[in-house]
């Protein structure tokens, strides 16, 4: 019997022994926990694009890499990647001539390749369009970065520019007059028309991570034989008529164009041109579309649209076609092709096609961006547009 007796002691004494050390484990799980969240955070990046830049924690002091990240036609845009870093640090717009240095407007005419950042948040509201040239990035990362009130983006006659996290809204028509355009040239122009972001007879675009909202015509036009372009992780809500991909019949030379709509959402209070293509060929990929009344996606003139694993949800009491045609013959569109592949239709939502089933035994253009299942579009889509929070030091 004595020998079976506890002792009371020893038995307090196993207890703790046993309970302490798995308590230390806890508490420094815990830390390690709360440790990684802040240097190592799980990464939120989701499609290709996000994935090639967000994870770096220190994305801010390696902002160029960027550069290597665009995907489909417009693969290849490195924008500022060769030249310095020029800082933003005034939001006026005041002098069209000889802009002030710091001033956004300063920025886009140097005649040099220009990574260009921003000192803090910033509402810039342009006195009139803003006149790019060549070999520009504009990364507004790491703060809020608003081109509204005011006249919007021109890129004519130029090539290779990315525009990154920027937001544009509320942009206007502006009566024009006398501005620099480039470093040695001014000239006269007439009014704007009030485009968020204005593409003209240019090539290599990328429109990454921005946020596009109601604007006086539309919110991005590219026209004019413009080619090579990329619109991804881009948010578009409250507008009408927001992306026209050639802007008249009478410009068959839009043929040349190549336009990549990938991992956007088009969202609250849309109606229409999501985009609308004549002539040029469209890949419409991994987008969602939870909004619009008259039609998602339309065109004519020959526009070749391939759209792929994007999930279109037709509103309530919009028209349920996702595709519209400005009721020309079907003797005429027959032959173009606008195919659906993988799309997710729902909500009554359906998606005339027309044209070659078979086009991609054909195609001889660049590589397209590979379309993941439409049931994961909410989640490719889920950081869409400028409002990123990046913060130097975690991943993004
Ligand atoms: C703003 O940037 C310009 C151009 O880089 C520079 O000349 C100027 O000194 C800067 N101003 C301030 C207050 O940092
Ligand atoms: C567009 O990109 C293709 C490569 O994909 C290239 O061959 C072509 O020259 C580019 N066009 C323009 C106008 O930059």
């Known amino acids: 019997m004595e020998g079976t007796r506890c002792n009371p002691v020893l038995v307090l004494f196993f207890i703790f022994a046993a309970i302490i050390p798995s308590l230390m484990a806890e508490i420094a799980a815990v ?12 990464c939120v990046a989701y499609n290709c694009i996000d994935k090639c830049w967000r994870c770096d924690p220190h994305w801010a002091k390696n902002r160029k890499r960027l550069a290597d990240c665009a995907k489909g036609f417009g693969h290849g ?22 802009p002030k240095p710091g001033t956004l407007r300063h920025a886009v005419l140097l005649a040099e390749p220009l990574w260009i950042i921003f000192s803090g948040n910033m509402n810039i509201r342009l006195s009139q369009e803003l006149i790019f040239t060549c070999d520009k990035t504009i990364d ?24 990154h996290a920027i937001h544009m809204y509320d942009i206007v028509e502006k009566s024009g007059g006398m501005i620099r355009s480039e470093t040695d040239h001014v000239g006269i ?16 675009i990328w429109i990454d991570h921005c946020s596009f909202a109601n604007s006086y015509d539309g919110l991005i036009d590219i026209v004019a034989a413009s080619t090579n372009v990329t619109i991804s992780n881009c948010h578009f809500v409250k507008h009408d008529k ?29 109606t229409q041109r999501l985009p609308a293509v004549r002539y040029g060929f469209v890949h419409v990929v991994n987008n969602d579309y ?24 037709a509103p309530d009491g919009a028209c349920k076609e996702v595709t519209n045609r400005r009721q020309v013959p079907q ?3 027959r032959k173009w092709t606008w195919r659906s592949e993988g799309d997710l239709l729902l909500n009554g939502a359906y998606f005339r096609e027309s044209g070659n089933p ?39």
């Not at 397209?368 to 929070?389: C, D, E, R």
């Open 331 to 333: 003797s005429v569109w």
């Open 290 to 313: 939870t909004q619009w009344q008259s039609y998602a996606i339309g065109g004519g003139d020959g526009a070749t649209i391939i759209s792929q694993g994007n999930r279109f949800i």
């Open 31 to 42: 830390d390690r926990k709360l440790v990684d969240k802040k240097k190592n955070a799980p």
């Open 77 to 98: 845009t490195y924008g500022g990647k060769m030249g310095r870093i020029y800082v933003v640090n005034d939001s006026s717009d005041k002098d069209m001539i000889n």
């Open 140 to 163: 507004g990362r790491g703060w809020e970065v608003h081109i509204s009130g005011g006249a919007g983006f021109m890129l004519q006659f130029i090539r290779n520019i990315i525009i």
């Open 358 to 396: 078979h086009w991609a035994k054909t195609y001889k253009g660049p590589a397209l961006i590979p379309a993941q299942p439409a049931s994961t579009v909410a989640q490719l889509t889920k950081s869409v547009g400028a409002y990123l929070g990046c913060k130097e030091g975690v991943p993004c």
């Open 189 to 204: 122009r007439g009014k704007s028309d009030g485009d968020a972001i204005s593409v003209f007879k240019s090539s290599q």
């Open 242 to 270: 927001a992306l026209l991909f050639g802007a008249s019949a009478e410009m068959p030379e839009d043929k040349i164009m190549k336009v990549t709509i990938a991992y956007n959402h088009f969202g609250k209070g849309l």
